[in-house]
Protein backbone atom coordinates (compact mmCIF):
# COMPACT_ATOMS: atom_id res chain seq x y z
CA UNK A 1 0.00 0.00 0.00
CA UNK A 2 2.63 2.56 1.08
CA UNK A 3 5.47 1.31 -1.63
CA UNK A 4 5.59 4.59 -3.28
CA UNK A 5 6.74 5.66 -6.24
CA UNK A 6 6.58 2.44 -8.86
CA UNK A 7 9.21 2.50 -11.33
CA UNK A 8 7.21 4.68 -14.03
CA UNK A 9 10.35 4.94 -15.76
CA UNK A 10 13.95 4.34 -15.84
CA UNK A 11 15.85 6.86 -13.59
CA UNK A 12 14.55 7.44 -9.73
CA UNK A 13 12.07 5.66 -8.49
CA UNK A 14 11.72 3.29 -5.56
CA UNK A 15 11.44 0.13 -7.23
CA UNK A 16 10.60 -3.28 -6.40
CA UNK A 17 13.55 -4.97 -7.27
CA UNK A 18 14.62 -9.26 -7.01
CA UNK A 19 17.88 -7.94 -6.17
CA UNK A 20 17.40 -5.88 -3.09
CA UNK A 21 20.16 -5.84 -0.93
CA UNK A 22 19.61 -6.19 2.64
CA UNK A 23 19.84 -2.35 3.81
CA UNK A 24 17.20 -1.42 0.96
CA UNK A 25 14.74 -3.85 1.94
CA UNK A 26 15.06 -2.47 5.51
CA UNK A 27 14.86 0.87 4.70
CA UNK A 28 11.57 -0.28 2.03
CA UNK A 29 10.04 -1.73 5.15
CA UNK A 30 11.10 0.87 7.51
CA UNK A 31 8.64 3.05 5.29
CA UNK A 32 6.04 1.04 4.75
CA UNK A 33 5.30 0.93 9.05
CA UNK A 34 5.83 4.55 8.98
CA UNK A 35 3.17 5.20 6.62
CA UNK A 36 0.99 2.34 8.05
CA UNK A 37 1.63 3.95 11.62
CA UNK A 38 -0.08 6.80 9.94
CA UNK A 39 -3.11 5.48 8.38
CA UNK A 40 -4.13 3.93 11.89
CA UNK A 41 -3.18 7.20 14.20
CA UNK A 42 -4.38 10.05 12.30
CA UNK A 43 -6.38 9.08 9.63
CA UNK A 44 -3.96 10.29 6.86
CA UNK A 45 -4.08 8.68 3.83
CA UNK A 46 -2.19 7.82 0.44
CA UNK A 47 -4.18 9.52 -2.70
CA UNK A 48 -1.99 8.47 -5.97
CA UNK A 49 -2.79 9.19 -9.26
CA UNK A 50 -1.12 8.68 -12.81
CA UNK A 51 -1.39 9.69 -16.18
CA UNK A 52 1.29 9.84 -19.57
CA UNK A 53 2.56 13.30 -20.00
CA UNK A 54 5.51 14.66 -22.05
CA UNK A 55 6.18 10.92 -22.91
CA UNK A 56 6.51 9.97 -19.63
CA UNK A 57 4.55 7.91 -16.68
CA UNK A 58 4.06 10.88 -14.23
CA UNK A 59 2.51 9.82 -11.13
CA UNK A 60 1.01 12.52 -8.30
CA UNK A 61 0.99 10.85 -4.54
CA UNK A 62 -0.29 12.86 -1.79
CA UNK A 63 -0.88 12.11 2.09
CA UNK A 64 -4.14 13.45 3.14
CA UNK A 65 -6.83 13.39 5.98
CA UNK A 66 -9.09 15.06 3.38
CA UNK A 67 -10.19 12.66 0.28
CA UNK A 68 -11.99 15.63 -1.15
CA UNK A 69 -8.78 18.39 -1.11
CA UNK A 70 -6.17 15.56 -1.83
CA UNK A 71 -8.51 14.70 -5.12
CA UNK A 72 -9.34 18.29 -5.97
CA UNK A 73 -5.37 18.92 -5.14
CA UNK A 74 -4.27 16.25 -7.28
CA UNK A 75 -6.99 17.03 -10.46
CA UNK A 76 -5.08 20.78 -10.60
CA UNK A 77 -2.01 19.74 -10.30
CA UNK A 78 -2.21 17.58 -13.50
CA UNK A 79 -3.70 20.41 -14.96
CA UNK A 80 -0.60 22.20 -14.39
CA UNK A 81 1.46 19.85 -15.89
CA UNK A 82 -0.93 19.46 -19.17
CA UNK A 83 -0.84 22.88 -19.31
CA UNK A 84 3.40 23.05 -19.64
CA UNK A 85 3.59 20.36 -21.66
CA UNK A 86 1.23 21.32 -24.20
CA UNK A 87 3.09 25.04 -24.11
CA UNK A 88 7.05 23.08 -24.48
CA UNK A 89 5.91 20.38 -27.03
CA UNK A 90 8.50 20.26 -29.97
CA UNK A 91 6.80 17.93 -31.83
CA UNK A 92 3.31 18.34 -33.28
CA UNK A 93 2.82 18.74 -37.05
CA UNK A 94 2.45 22.34 -38.37
CA UNK A 95 -1.16 22.91 -39.22
CA UNK A 96 -2.21 21.26 -36.30
CA UNK A 97 -4.59 22.64 -32.93
CA UNK A 98 -1.46 20.86 -30.94
CA UNK A 99 1.41 23.28 -32.82
CA UNK A 100 -1.05 26.16 -32.43
CA UNK A 101 -0.48 25.41 -28.45
CA UNK A 102 2.92 25.26 -28.75
CA UNK A 103 5.19 28.07 -27.73
CA UNK A 104 8.27 26.20 -28.49
CA UNK A 105 6.31 25.72 -32.07
CA UNK A 106 6.30 28.84 -32.60
CA UNK A 107 9.56 29.78 -31.73
CA UNK A 108 11.32 26.83 -33.58
CA UNK A 109 9.00 27.72 -36.60
CA UNK A 110 9.75 31.77 -36.64
CA UNK A 111 13.63 30.63 -36.09
CA UNK A 112 15.54 33.33 -38.31
CA UNK A 113 12.04 35.61 -38.76
CA UNK A 114 10.87 37.31 -35.83
CA UNK A 115 10.54 37.03 -31.71
CA UNK A 116 7.66 35.31 -30.43
CA UNK A 117 5.64 36.39 -27.92
CA UNK A 118 5.47 33.46 -24.88
CA UNK A 119 3.84 31.98 -22.11
CA UNK A 120 5.35 33.58 -18.42
CA UNK A 121 6.62 29.70 -17.66
CA UNK A 122 7.88 29.06 -20.86
CA UNK A 123 9.85 32.14 -20.87
CA UNK A 124 11.31 31.12 -17.51
CA UNK A 125 12.08 28.10 -18.47
CA UNK A 126 14.10 29.01 -21.55
CA UNK A 127 15.52 31.91 -19.07
CA UNK A 128 16.83 29.50 -16.84
CA UNK A 129 18.29 27.13 -19.34
CA UNK A 130 20.03 30.44 -20.80
CA UNK A 131 21.67 31.31 -17.70
CA UNK A 132 22.97 27.69 -16.99
CA UNK A 133 24.37 27.15 -20.93
CA UNK A 134 26.52 29.85 -19.28
CA UNK A 135 27.16 28.07 -16.05
CA UNK A 136 27.88 24.97 -17.79
CA UNK A 137 29.80 26.34 -20.06
CA UNK A 138 28.27 25.41 -23.06
CA UNK A 139 27.08 21.54 -21.24
CA UNK A 140 23.80 22.62 -21.05
CA UNK A 141 22.07 23.48 -24.12
CA UNK A 142 18.56 23.53 -25.55
CA UNK A 143 19.84 24.68 -29.18
CA UNK A 144 20.83 21.23 -29.73
CA UNK A 145 17.40 20.07 -31.43
CA UNK A 146 18.63 20.22 -34.48
CA UNK A 147 21.50 17.19 -33.58
CA UNK A 148 18.50 15.48 -31.58
CA UNK A 149 16.60 15.42 -34.56
CA UNK A 150 19.34 13.91 -36.98
CA UNK A 151 20.58 11.21 -34.18
CA UNK A 152 16.84 10.61 -34.73
CA UNK A 153 16.38 9.58 -30.62
CA UNK A 154 13.34 8.06 -29.61
CA UNK A 155 11.67 8.01 -33.33
CA UNK A 156 11.56 5.74 -36.13
CA UNK A 157 14.88 6.97 -37.71
CA UNK A 158 17.10 6.62 -35.37
CA UNK A 159 20.91 6.06 -37.24
CA UNK A 160 24.67 6.53 -36.22
CA UNK A 161 24.91 9.94 -38.85
CA UNK A 162 28.06 11.23 -40.70
CA UNK A 163 30.74 13.19 -39.03
CA UNK A 164 29.99 15.69 -41.68
CA UNK A 165 26.58 15.80 -41.01
CA UNK A 166 26.60 16.64 -37.78
CA UNK A 167 29.50 19.24 -38.28
CA UNK A 168 27.07 20.97 -40.73
CA UNK A 169 24.54 21.43 -37.90
CA UNK A 170 26.61 22.31 -35.05
CA UNK A 171 26.57 25.77 -36.25
CA UNK A 172 22.47 26.13 -35.22
CA UNK A 173 24.10 25.02 -31.74
CA UNK A 174 24.84 28.03 -29.07
CA UNK A 175 22.31 29.04 -26.61
CA UNK A 176 24.02 33.09 -27.41
CA UNK A 177 21.87 32.83 -30.30
CA UNK A 178 18.58 32.82 -28.34
CA UNK A 179 17.25 36.60 -27.33
CA UNK A 180 15.23 36.79 -25.05
CA UNK A 181 13.69 40.08 -23.71
CA UNK A 182 12.07 39.93 -20.39
CA UNK A 183 9.93 42.99 -20.75
CA UNK A 184 7.89 41.98 -23.95
CA UNK A 185 8.81 37.73 -23.02
CA UNK A 186 9.63 36.97 -26.35
CA UNK A 187 12.49 35.02 -27.41
CA UNK A 188 13.80 34.97 -30.78
CA UNK A 189 16.16 32.04 -32.83
CA UNK A 190 18.82 34.57 -34.86
CA UNK A 191 19.48 31.61 -37.53
CA UNK A 192 17.15 29.86 -39.47
CA UNK A 193 16.62 26.20 -38.79
CA UNK A 194 17.59 26.59 -35.40
CA UNK A 195 14.82 24.37 -32.88
CA UNK A 196 15.15 24.17 -29.05
CA UNK A 197 14.33 21.54 -27.43
CA UNK A 198 13.09 21.61 -23.51
CA UNK A 199 13.34 17.56 -23.04
CA UNK A 200 15.98 18.75 -20.49
CA UNK A 201 14.12 20.87 -18.38
CA UNK A 202 10.52 20.53 -18.66
CA UNK A 203 9.89 17.50 -16.88
CA UNK A 204 11.61 19.09 -13.60
CA UNK A 205 9.86 22.40 -14.40
CA UNK A 206 6.36 20.79 -14.59
CA UNK A 207 7.01 18.88 -11.52
CA UNK A 208 8.14 21.68 -9.54
CA UNK A 209 4.80 23.73 -10.87
CA UNK A 210 2.58 20.61 -10.20
CA UNK A 211 4.07 20.50 -6.41
CA UNK A 212 3.14 24.64 -6.03
CA UNK A 213 -0.19 23.98 -6.76
CA UNK A 214 -0.37 21.07 -4.10
CA UNK A 215 1.06 23.28 -1.73
CA UNK A 216 -1.48 26.04 -2.94
CA UNK A 217 -4.68 23.58 -2.60
CA UNK A 218 -3.41 23.10 1.19
CA UNK A 219 -1.20 19.79 0.58
CA UNK A 220 2.32 20.04 2.77
CA UNK A 221 3.15 16.07 2.01
CA UNK A 222 3.19 14.74 -1.40
CA UNK A 223 5.65 13.71 -4.08
CA UNK A 224 5.32 14.11 -7.90
CA UNK A 225 7.31 12.06 -10.09
CA UNK A 226 7.82 12.98 -13.73
CA UNK A 227 9.34 9.58 -14.90
CA UNK A 228 12.05 9.61 -12.44
CA UNK A 229 12.18 13.39 -12.14
CA UNK A 230 11.17 13.65 -8.23
CA UNK A 231 10.47 16.28 -6.79
CA UNK A 232 9.07 16.20 -3.13
CA UNK A 233 6.72 18.28 -0.84
CA UNK A 234 7.72 18.17 2.79
CA UNK A 235 8.82 14.24 3.92
CA UNK A 236 7.03 10.97 3.84
CA UNK A 237 6.41 12.07 7.56
CA UNK A 238 6.70 14.94 9.73
CA UNK A 239 9.95 13.55 10.67
CA UNK A 240 11.14 11.36 7.90
CA UNK A 241 12.48 11.94 4.55
CA UNK A 242 11.33 9.71 0.96
CA UNK A 243 13.20 7.02 0.19
CA UNK A 244 13.99 6.81 -3.64
CA UNK A 245 15.72 4.30 -5.45
CA UNK A 246 18.57 4.91 -7.72
CA UNK A 247 18.75 2.51 -10.64
CA UNK A 248 21.85 1.27 -11.52
CA UNK A 249 23.03 2.17 -14.91
CA UNK A 250 23.96 -1.13 -16.13
CA UNK A 251 21.44 -3.26 -14.77
CA UNK A 252 17.78 -2.32 -15.12
CA UNK A 253 16.54 -4.75 -12.19
CA UNK A 254 18.91 -3.10 -10.28
CA UNK A 255 19.40 -0.52 -7.48
CA UNK A 256 22.73 1.26 -6.54
CA UNK A 257 21.35 2.50 -3.84
CA UNK A 258 18.57 4.82 -2.24
CA UNK A 259 18.55 8.74 -1.69
CA UNK A 260 16.54 10.82 1.06
CA UNK A 261 14.71 13.91 0.13
CA UNK A 262 12.56 16.07 2.18
CA UNK A 263 10.92 19.59 0.37
CA UNK A 264 13.45 19.23 -2.28
CA UNK A 265 13.64 17.71 -5.56
CA UNK A 266 15.84 14.26 -6.71
CA UNK A 267 16.12 13.76 -10.84
CA UNK A 268 18.65 11.54 -12.36
CA UNK A 269 19.65 11.31 -16.67
CA UNK A 270 21.02 8.16 -17.71
CA UNK A 271 22.63 6.85 -20.91
CA UNK A 272 19.97 4.06 -20.17
CA UNK A 273 17.17 6.48 -20.69
CA UNK A 274 16.84 6.98 -24.79
CA UNK A 275 19.42 4.77 -26.66
CA UNK A 276 19.94 2.57 -29.38
CA UNK A 277 22.44 0.26 -30.39
CA UNK A 278 24.93 -0.11 -33.46
CA UNK A 279 27.28 -2.95 -33.50
CA UNK A 280 27.50 -3.42 -29.68
CA UNK A 281 27.69 0.63 -29.19
CA UNK A 282 25.00 2.27 -27.39
CA UNK A 283 24.36 5.48 -28.65
CA UNK A 284 22.19 7.52 -26.31
CA UNK A 285 19.66 10.85 -26.15
CA UNK A 286 22.29 13.28 -24.33
CA UNK A 287 24.53 14.98 -26.65
CA UNK A 288 27.16 16.91 -26.04
CA UNK A 289 26.96 20.28 -27.73
CA UNK A 290 30.34 20.43 -28.72
CA UNK A 291 30.64 17.43 -30.43
CA UNK A 292 27.21 16.91 -31.42
CA UNK A 293 27.50 13.15 -30.49
CA UNK A 294 26.51 11.28 -27.48
CA UNK A 295 28.22 12.27 -23.71
CA UNK A 296 30.44 10.03 -22.99
CA UNK A 297 32.04 11.05 -19.38
CA UNK A 298 29.21 9.62 -17.62
CA UNK A 299 26.57 6.81 -17.87
CA UNK A 300 24.57 7.83 -14.73
CA UNK A 301 23.72 11.37 -12.98
CA UNK A 302 21.80 11.93 -10.09
CA UNK A 303 21.11 15.54 -8.69
CA UNK A 304 19.17 16.45 -5.40
CA UNK A 305 18.24 20.82 -5.72
CA UNK A 306 15.49 22.43 -3.91
CA UNK A 307 14.83 23.52 -7.00
CA UNK A 308 13.12 20.55 -9.18
CA UNK A 309 13.86 22.49 -12.31
CA UNK A 310 17.25 23.27 -11.49
CA UNK A 311 18.12 19.73 -10.70
CA UNK A 312 16.55 18.63 -14.28
CA UNK A 313 18.53 20.82 -15.98
CA UNK A 314 21.66 20.04 -13.14
CA UNK A 315 21.37 16.14 -14.38
CA UNK A 316 22.05 17.01 -17.75
CA UNK A 317 24.64 19.71 -17.54
CA UNK A 318 26.67 17.45 -14.79
CA UNK A 319 26.14 14.45 -17.15
CA UNK A 320 28.19 16.00 -20.17
CA UNK A 321 30.36 17.83 -18.11
CA UNK A 322 31.16 14.42 -16.68
CA UNK A 323 32.61 13.91 -12.68
CA UNK A 324 35.89 15.85 -12.82
CA UNK A 325 34.19 19.46 -13.93
CA UNK A 326 30.50 18.70 -12.73
CA UNK A 327 31.67 18.29 -9.25
CA UNK A 328 33.41 20.86 -8.59
CA UNK A 329 30.71 22.80 -10.60
CA UNK A 330 28.17 21.34 -7.97
CA UNK A 331 30.54 22.49 -5.09
CA UNK A 332 30.24 26.47 -6.49
CA UNK A 333 27.03 26.37 -7.23
CA UNK A 334 26.06 25.03 -3.29
CA UNK A 335 23.12 23.56 -1.97
CA UNK A 336 23.44 20.89 -5.26
CA UNK A 337 23.99 17.47 -4.03
CA UNK A 338 25.20 14.91 -7.14
CA UNK A 339 25.95 11.20 -7.16
CA UNK A 340 28.11 10.42 -10.67
CA UNK A 341 28.40 6.95 -11.86
CA UNK A 342 31.25 6.07 -14.91
CA UNK A 343 31.64 3.70 -17.08
CA UNK A 344 34.28 2.17 -15.22
CA UNK A 345 31.83 1.35 -12.77
CA UNK A 346 32.95 4.06 -9.97
CA UNK A 347 30.80 5.75 -8.31
CA UNK A 348 31.37 9.18 -6.91
CA UNK A 349 29.76 11.83 -4.71
CA UNK A 350 29.68 14.95 -3.60
CA UNK A 351 30.08 15.30 0.00
CA UNK A 352 26.50 16.63 0.61
CA UNK A 353 24.85 13.25 -0.87
CA UNK A 354 27.39 10.77 0.75
CA UNK A 355 25.31 11.91 3.91
CA UNK A 356 21.75 11.18 1.97
CA UNK A 357 22.82 8.13 -0.26
CA UNK A 358 22.38 4.50 1.43
CA UNK A 359 24.35 2.49 -0.99
CA UNK A 360 23.45 -1.12 -1.98
CA UNK A 361 25.52 -3.68 -0.37
CA UNK A 362 27.68 -5.89 -2.65
CA UNK A 363 27.11 -3.99 -5.96
CA UNK A 364 29.80 -4.16 -8.29
CA UNK A 365 30.79 -0.64 -8.20
CA UNK A 366 34.27 0.97 -6.81
CA UNK A 367 33.92 4.24 -5.27
CA UNK A 368 35.67 7.55 -6.86
CA UNK A 369 37.68 10.38 -4.03
CA UNK A 370 38.43 8.56 -1.09
CA UNK A 371 35.58 6.31 0.13
P1 LIG B 1 17.46 14.59 -19.43
O1 LIG B 1 16.83 13.24 -19.48
O2 LIG B 1 16.80 15.53 -18.47
O3 LIG B 1 18.93 14.52 -19.23
O4 LIG B 1 17.18 15.28 -20.83
C1 LIG B 1 17.58 14.68 -22.04
C2 LIG B 1 16.84 15.35 -23.16
O5 LIG B 1 17.26 16.72 -23.25
C3 LIG B 1 17.13 14.74 -24.52
O6 LIG B 1 16.16 13.77 -24.86
C4 LIG B 1 17.11 15.95 -25.45
O7 LIG B 1 15.77 16.25 -25.79
C5 LIG B 1 17.64 17.05 -24.57
N1 LIG B 1 19.11 17.19 -24.56
C6 LIG B 1 20.05 16.31 -24.99
N2 LIG B 1 21.30 16.77 -24.78
C7 LIG B 1 21.16 17.99 -24.19
C8 LIG B 1 22.08 18.98 -23.73
N3 LIG B 1 23.40 18.81 -23.80
N4 LIG B 1 21.56 20.11 -23.19
C9 LIG B 1 20.23 20.31 -23.09
N5 LIG B 1 19.32 19.42 -23.52
C10 LIG B 1 19.76 18.27 -24.05
MG1 LIG C 1 17.50 17.10 -17.29
New binding site residues.
Partial sequence: MTQIIAAAAPGLGLVRTSRLKLPLAIIIAASIFVTSGCTLFDNTREYSSERFIMDTIVSIKVFSEDKDRAEGAIRSAFEEFNRLAVLSDRFPEKGTPAFDKSDVCKINDNAGIRPVKVDDDVFTMIELSKKYNEISEGAFDITIGPLADLWGFGGDNQEVPSDAKIRALLPLVGSDKVEIDPQEKTVYLKKEDMLIDLG??AK?YAAEKAAEVLADKGISRAVVNAGGNICALGGKTDSKPWVIGIQDPLDASSLVGTVEVKDEAA?T?GDYQRFFEVEGVKYHHILDPSTGKPARASIGVTVINQSSAVA??L??ALFVAGPEKGLKLAEELGNTDVLYITKDKTITMSPGMEAKVSLSSGNAFKFGRDK
Fill in positions: AVGVSDIST
